[in-house]
């Protein structure tokens, strides 16, 4: 069994910003010693340099492999430059033994909308492709949602092209997709399967 950790919307530097909640967060995945840890942009709130020192400097203590990807918020001001400055890459492939986690960069430089792009859209299928052939879980990380959640009356900021990166998403045969930006936790439900 792989197991994956995924936080998301950090908002380090935003004045309702608890340092707390998030060192306790931190301290809980380091507990549960997952295979990765997965966040999935808006480190920051405005995109200063200050900013992104500080929210690597608390996600230094998450033990174990973690890959970063960029949120609309991280692209904010002088953000978009300053990203890979401070986390090395804006996209990139966590590969290990049975799982690999494809981190897409959906930020658009200061705007809310998320964009995955034709040039980016095809680096994705071929990593796909790549651990489809390696008989991996595929696992898509990126900060807008592809589709609407339901049930959060959220219906806008989803990506520009997301027919065209659900298409790709559902050919290559992804297993799941993990994103944030909207700040609402789906809700909870329990499936029985039906008595035989």
Not at 127 to 141: C, K, N, T, Y
Request: glycine residues 8%; aromatic residues 6%; hydrophobic residues 40%.
């Amino acid at each position: 069994m792989v197991l994956i950790a995924h936080i998301s919307d950090l908002h380090v530097g935003a004045p309702n910003f608890k340092e707390d909640i998030l060192l306790e967060a931190i301290r809980q995945i380091n507990k549960l010693k997952p295979d990765a840890t997965v966040i999935t942009g808006d480190l920051t709130d405005n995109g200063y340099y200050l900013e992104f020192l500080q929210a690597a400097e608390y996600l230094s203590d998450l033990k174990g492999p973690h890959i970063f990807v960029p949120g609309n918020h991280d692209a904010r001001h002088v953000g978009n430059e300053t990203f890979e400055d401070v986390f090395r890459y804006r996209r990139g492939t966590f590969v290990m033994d049975g799982l690999t986690i494809i981190g897409l960069d959906s930020s658009e430089p200061d705007l809310d909308y998320g964009k995955i792009g034709r040039s980016q859209q095809i680096w994705m299928e071929d990593e796909l492709d790549r651990a489809s052939s390696r008989g991996h879980i595929r696992v898509i990380a990126l900060h807008h949602h592809i589709i609407p959640v339901p049930k959060t009356g959220r219906e806008r900021n989803v990506l520009a092209d997301a027919g065209d990166i659900l298409q790709s998403i559902i050919s290559k045969g992804a297993d799941l997709v993990i994103s944030g930006h909207k700040h609402v936790p789906p809700r909870l439900e329990a499936w029985r399967t039906p008595s035989l």
